[in-house]
C-alpha cells in the first residue's frame, strides 16, 4: 500500500512541534518507515530518526530532512491549519505552525525512500535518511553527529537536502558554491542600575542604553560593510523592565548575524561588539556588557562539482527551463555539518511552493514581497500540489544520479 502523502502533510501540518520536542512527529516518521519495511533508530540527537536502505555495492547517499516547527501562530486559514501550542526553552506557552515547511520535507523524502524501496532492482548502493531535529535552533546536525550517527551508519559520499522556498511550484533554485550564509546567534546583556520612574537621574538606564545600541547597530551594514558585500544584522528581541515606573536594572538584546565566509564573520562581529560596548560606556554603565554566542553556523557551501553534475541531471528530468540560480540565501542552515564532519561534498536546493500563476501575478505587478509570504511567515503555505510530488521527485532524481 502506498503512502498517502497528502494526508501525511496535512497531519504533520497541523500538527508542529517545536525543536528537540519532535516526539509525535517522529512516531509518525517511524511508522511509516516500519511500514515500508525499513530498520528504523529512534531518539538519534534527542528525537531525530535515521534509517537507511542497504541495496548491494556502491556509493553511499545520505538524504537529509528537518522535521521542527517555529513558535508562531498561523494565520493561513487553512482547514489543516495548525491551532497547537508548545513551551519555549524559557517556560513560556507559544503557538506552533510549520512556518518554515518542514513538514513538506519530511513528507518528501518518505515519498523518495517509498519510491527508492520499490525500485531497487534499478540501482545500487546505500541510502542513508536523516530527520534531523531542530534545525530552528541550529544545534540538530550537531546533536545527531555527537550521538554518532556518522559512527553507525556508513559515511556518505555526498550529503543531499533541500528546502521549500517561495519559488514557482515545479522551479529549483540551486547554484554552486556558497548557497547560504553563515550565521550567528548572540545573546547581549546591558546592565544599568535600577530605580524609580521619577528619579531618573539617579539610575543607569538600560533601556535608553539598549536603544541607542539598536539604533547604532544598524549602522554596521549601512555605513560599515562595502554594499557589493552580503552582511545582516538584525535584533530580532529585546526585553526589559516590567513597570512603567520603574527604570529595571538590565536589558537583553538577541542578535542574528549573517555573512557569507569566515572573513566577513570576523569583521562583522568586531563591529559589533565594538558598538555593543561603547554604548555601554557612553550610557555610563558600570558593569561590562555581556555577549554570549549561541549558535554558530557555517555556511552552506555546495560542491561545484556535485553542484553541476545535479544540476544537470534535474533539467534532463524536469527541462530546461526548471533550474535557476537563486543567488546566495541570507538565511542559514545547519545541513553543511553533516558534510562537513564526514568530509562529504554536500548539494543543498530549493524547490517552488507557489502556485504559478500567483507567482507570475505578483512579479507582474511588483508585489512579490507583499503578496508571495515568506518562510517564516505567519501566511506561509505551499500548494499542496505540485510541490509534494515535486519535492520526492527531486530527491529521487538526486539520489539516483550518485547511486550506482
Not at 557589493?228 to 542574528?256: F, W, Y
Amino acid at each position: 500500500m502506498s503512502v498517502d502523502l497528502e494526508s501525511l502533510y496535512t497531519d504533520l501540518h497541523a500538527h508542529p512541534e517545536l525543536s528537540f520536542q519532535e516526539t509525535r512527529t517522529a512516531g509518525v516518521i517511524a511508522r511509516h518507515l516500519a511500514d515500508l519495511g525499513l530498520e528504523v533508530e529512534e531518539e538519534v540527537g534527542r528525537t531525530g530518526v535515521v534509517t537507511k536502505i542497504d541495496n548491494g555495492d556502491g556509493p553511499v547517499v545520505w538524504l537529509r530532512a528537518d522535521m521542527d516547527g517555529l513558535p508562531v501562530e498561523e494565520q493561513t486559514g487553512l482547514a489543516y491549519a495548525s491551532t497547537a501550542r508548545g513551551t519555549d526553552p524559557a517556560g513560556n506557552a507559544v503557538p506552533v505552525m510549520h512556518a518554515c515547511g518542514h513538514d513538506m520535507h519530511v513528507t518528501a523524502l518518505i515519498g523518495a525512500l517509498e519510491r527508492l524501496v520499490a525500485t531497487t532492482d534499478e540501482w545500487s548502493g546505500t541510502v542513508v535518511a536523516v530527520f534531523q531535529p531542530a534545525e530552528e535552533y541550529g544545534a540538530g546536525s550537531k546533536a545527531m553527529i555527537a550521538d554518532g550517527v556518522l559512527e553507525r551508519y556508513p559515511k556518505p559520499d555526498i550529503v543531499l537536502g533541500q528546502h521549500v522556498t517561495p519559488l514557482p511550484a515545479g522551479v529549483i533554485g540551486v547554484r554552486p558554491g556558497t548557497q547560504m550564509a553563515a550565521s550567528d546567534g548572540l545573546t547581549v546583556m546591558l546592565y544599568g542600575r535600577g530605580g524609580h520612574g521619577s528619579r531618573p537621574h539617579s539610575t543607569i538606564d538600560p533601556i535608553v542604553m539598549a536603544a541607542a545600541t539598536v539604533m547604532r547597530l544598524q549602522t554596521v551594514v549601512s555605513r560599515e560593510v562595502d554594499p557589493r558585500d552580503v552582511a545582516v544584522v538584525t535584533v530580532g528581541s529585546i526585553h526589559a523592565g516590567l513597570k512603567n515606573n520603574i527604570i529595571p536594572a538590565e536589558a537583553k538584546l538577541e542578535l542574528s548575524l549573517r555573512y557569507p565566509d569566515d572573513a566577513a564573520r570576523e569583521r562583522v562581529m568586531t563591529k559589533v561588539e565594538r558598538i555593543i560596548r561603547a554604548e555601554a560606556a557612553a550610557s555610563g554603565a558600570e558593569q561590562e556588557p555581556v555577549i554570549t554566542t549561541d549558535h554558530t553556523l557555517p555556511p552552506t557551501i555546495n560542491d561545484v562539482d556535485a553542484t553541476t553534475r545535479l544540476t544537470e541531471a534535474f533539467r534532463r528530468s524536469f527541462g530546461e527551463g526548471s533550474v535557476v540560480d537563486p543567488g546566495m540565501f541570507t538565511g542559514s542552515e545547519d545541513v553543511s555539518w553533516f558534510a562537513r564532519e564526514s568530509g562529504a561534498p554536500l548539494v543543498f536546493w530549493f524547490w517552488g511552493g507557489v502556485d504559478p500563476q500567483t507567482f507570475a501575478d505578483a512579479l507582474a505587478g511588483g508585489t512579490i514581497e507583499r503578496d508571495i509570504p515568506t518562510n517564516h511567515s505567519p501566511f506561509f503555505a505551499p500548494v499542496m500540489q505540485p510541490t509534494i510530488d515535486r519535492g520526492v521527485e527531486n530527491l529521487v532524481v538526486a539520489a539516483r544520479e550518485f547511486l550506482g
